[in-house]
């Protein structure tokens, strides 16, 4: 079959490229290529004994134009549902306890994750004229901006939340470019973050600064736009390779040892950076741990009530804590209208911080992670069901060197004539693909 264009991989990116180029280019002939026996990628919801689990993203904040619109094309936004103003408050593992996330300057005072030195750095931080070096890492910078205790004890356990990454290896202009952004423009983080212009958000009534989900989990999302654009897409077309024949693309999948071809103008590549790198030969060498993508352990576990005191989002633990999980999100909490039966939690754990994690020993992990939960929040209740998810490859990790591989790559997309979108460029977030993913249909 010949095609105008052809996108590979059909997680959220795909997907949404799909929808923003048939909504603007209504006439092109367009076919999504995707590996597995269904399209959404690390878009994963599961139902089980009662209960909704995301082994992938559990929501996204209300703050992306490009996803509200999409969500408003796909009829979905009915479906919507915000997260409980109580999973406003977060913990951090401190001395084996959690500890709320103090939220503002009198619980700063009041908390024990703050002590003097570390409210004398947030004053120094104010009015501290200092600019990044190029490929300055996360910790780097919050050591440069906040001194040494916040960095290990808010931001680390911050970033191995978002990227399951490393702050010492991730680099802050790739990763977080806003924290680059307000030091820039406001001279400080803090007062960017206090006093910046609160934009509304564009969701209708919903503030930017709260996160949504839907009815029925993310899952709704990518099932939405497999019904609408069920004709352009073709699952269980693993691309094996891709070559230029004359003026056109030439894909070959395959599938149980079938081999076809599809041919097309124009080629959008939404699959993993490594997989990109394996189907060309002339791709940039990805320097070590660039775009690295460390392994995941989601593990779920289903009480039948509540079983412990702790209200709120869920807990991070800082790397001094030794703690097994990088984090616990306490789902009772989070958007306590979605489906289950007693009590749930989701643990993470792999990630950079275990980056030799390996299939064979998930049994081991998942009886260290319960008992290590039981301890730490006072569990005496059996748990009731149990469900793991394991990432062999999670999430692209954006360390030290990727905006300048992200440089290189562009020029390379550029000379050899594809396109890009995925969320190994610019943004892990479903929010940052799907505005890629739009931005790419304009510029057709
Ligand atoms: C555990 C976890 C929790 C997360 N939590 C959040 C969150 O709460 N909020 C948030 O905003 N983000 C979150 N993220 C990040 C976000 O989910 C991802 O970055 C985003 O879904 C990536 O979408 P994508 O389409 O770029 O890539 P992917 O979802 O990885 O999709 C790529 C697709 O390419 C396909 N593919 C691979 N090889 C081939 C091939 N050879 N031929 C054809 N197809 C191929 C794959 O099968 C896959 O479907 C989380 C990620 C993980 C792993």
């Known amino acids: 079959m010949h095609y105008d264009i052809a996108i590979v991989g059909g997680g959220i990116s795909g997907l949404s490229a799909l929808h923003y180029c048939r909504k603007f280019h209504p006439s092109k002939k367009i076919v999504l290529l995707e590996k597995s026996s269904q399209c959404g990628g690390n878009i994963q919801t599961t139902f089980r004994d009662g209960f909704l689990w995301e082994n992938g993203p559990r929501s996204f904040l209300a703050k992306e134009p490009a996803m509200a619109e999409l969500i408003e094309d796909l009829g979905l936004s009915s479906n919507l549902v915000e997260a409980n103003a109580k999973s406003k408050k977060r913990y951090i593992i401190k001395n084996a306890k959690l500890e709320a996330v103090p939220m503002g300057p009198m619980q700063m005072f009041r908390s024990p994750l703050s002590n003097w030195a570390v409210l004398k750095e947030l004053k120094k931080e104010w009015s501290l004229r200092s600019v990044s070096a190029k490929g300055e890492t996360v910790a780097e910078f919050a050591r440069r901006r906040w001194g040494a205790e916040i960095a290990t004890t808010f931001i680390g356990p911050m970033v191995s939340g978002v990227f399951a990454g490393d702050a010492e ?123 690295a993508y460390p392994p995941l352990l989601v593990l779920h576990l289903g009480f039948e009530k509540i079983v412990h005191d702790y209200e709120g989002f869920g807990y991070l633990a800082p790397v001094p804590e030794g703690l097994s999980a990088l984090g616990v999100l306490l789902n009772d909490h989070i958007f306590p209208g979605l489906a289950h039966v007693g009590s749930s939690m989701t643990i993470m754990a792999g990630g950079m911080r275990f980056a030799e994690m390996s299939k064979n020993e998930i049994a081991e992990w998942v009886e260290k992670l319960i008992f290590e939960q039981k301890k730490l929040l006072g569990i005496e209740a059996d748990v009731l069901v149990k469900e793991v998810c394991f990432y062999e490859r999670s999430i692209p990790q954006y360390n030290r060197g990727t905006c300048a591989y992200w440089e290189k790559l562009q020029n390379w997309a550029q000379v050899s004539g594809v396109s890009l979108c995925g969320n190994y460029l610019h943004g892990v977030g479903i929010n940052d693909c799907v505005r890629n993913a739009k931005e790419w249909a304009l510029s057709l």
């Open 169 to 291: 290896k991730l680099e802050v202009e790739a990763a977080f470019p806003r924290l680059l952004a307000l030091e820039k423009e406001k001279g400080s983080v803090l007062k960017g973050a206090l006093f910046g212009k609160k934009r509304k958000g564009p969701f209708e009534g919903v503030r930017s600064s709260r996160l949504l989900s839907f009815k029925n989990g993310m899952e709704e999302l990518p099932q939405s736009l497999i019904k609408v654009y069920g004709e352009n897409i073709k699952t269980d077309k693993s691309v094996s390779s891709i070559n230029r024949e004359g003026e056109d693309w030439v894909l070959a999948t395959e599938n149980a040892g079938v081999i076809e071809k599809v041919t097309a103008k124009s080629l959008l590549l939404s699959c993993p950076m490594d997989v990109i790198s394996s189907l060309f030969d002339d791709t940039p060498e990805l320097p070590s741990e660039v775009l």
